[in-house]
């Protein structure tokens, strides 16, 4: 499966965005989604998953509660929701595709969109 980020930005602290990534080439309810987001000098972190069918959800600690995952398999795309978003949330956002169940590693996923940056200022 292709996979297609966007929705990036720059906000302010306390802001929201709403990411999204275009799936394309295969089954995209067959995968399971991940988002993963890298920030200056640190390597890549899990910040939230969901099943193909999107009947379960993970999320990192650091954004539980301000963050939500969804799909649309109707319309092969899928979403992260950001919401209060903070200085320490600015990193390159990836979203990353699983055949079969979720995973929190990044080392799982074989397909990977391009990355989106989102900047929080404070």
């Known amino acids: 499966v292709q996979l297609q980020a966007s929705g990036g930005g720059s906000v302010q602290a306390g802001g929201s965005l709403r990411l999204s990534c275009a799936a394309s080439?295969?089954?995209?309810?067959?995968?399971?989604l991940g988002w993963f987001r890298q920030a200056p000098g640190k390597e890549r972190e899990f910040v939230a998953v969901?099943?193909?069918?999107?009947?379960?959800?993970n999320y990192a600690d650091s954004v539980k509660g301000r963050f939500t995952i969804s799909r649309d398999n109707a319309k092969n795309t899928g979403y992260l929701e950001m919401n209060s978003l903070k200085p320490e949330d600015t990193a390159v956002y990836y979203c990353?595709?699983?055949?079969?169940?979720?995973?929190?590693?990044?080392?799982?996923?074989?397909?990977w969109g391009q990355g989106t940056l989102v900047t929080v200022s404070s």
């Open positions: 969901t099943s193909g069918s999107g009947g379960t959800t």
């Open positions: 990353a595709a699983r055949r079969t169940w979720i995973s929190f590693s990044a080392g799982d996923y074989a397909s």
């Open positions: 080439g295969r089954t995209f309810s067959n995968y399971a």
